[in-house]
């Protein structure tokens, strides 16, 4: 008779129990432009290469998520991903350029296409800047 009693207490307190939500940070996420990037004027086959990228954070509530990378044949598509807190009282002071970059492997010759997000244009369309890098043996 004990352990069900015992049993029925401690079923009534995780019953009980609630998930406090309120004061939790939520998030939503944005995809932010390429202001400025470092790429070398040919690549060599089988080397690696650390591509540098620069980016302008809108608000100190956006914070560095991860680099959006897409690739499609020998074309790579990149962009800041960034998490942006909602409901806080943000600055509109601009903080500094903040920097961040990825290593890029050569695995085939030709050329690659690098097309870096720069923003939207007035009709709402994704802007990008194309860069041709040819690959050497």
């Known amino acids: 008779m004990k352990k069900i009693a015992l049993l029925l207490v401690l079923i009534s307190t995780l019953v009980g129990c609630t998930l406090d939500n309120e004061n939790k940070d939520t998030y939503s996420y944005s995809i932010l432009p390429i202001d400025s990037y470092t790429l070398p004027p040919t690549f060599k086959l089988g080397e690696t290469y650390a591509i540098k990228l620069k980016y302008q954070r809108p ?7 991860g680099i959006y990378y897409n690739k499609n044949l020998n074309t790579r598509t990149i962009a800041i991903q960034a998490a942006v807190k909602d409901n806080q009282a943000c600055t509109t002071e601009l903080p500094p350029l ?31 800047e194309e860069v041709v890098v040819q690959v050497t043996p």
Not at 59 to 65: D, N, P, S
Not at 99 to 106: D, G, L
Not at 109 to 126: L, P, V
């Open 98 to 128: 903040s920097e961040a970059s990825f290593n890029f492997q050569v695995t085939s010759t030709g050329s690659y296409i690098f097309k870096f997000y720069k923003g939207k244009d007035a009709e709402n369309k994704d802007l990008y």
């Open 59 to 65: 608000t100190a509530c956006y914070l560095f998520e």
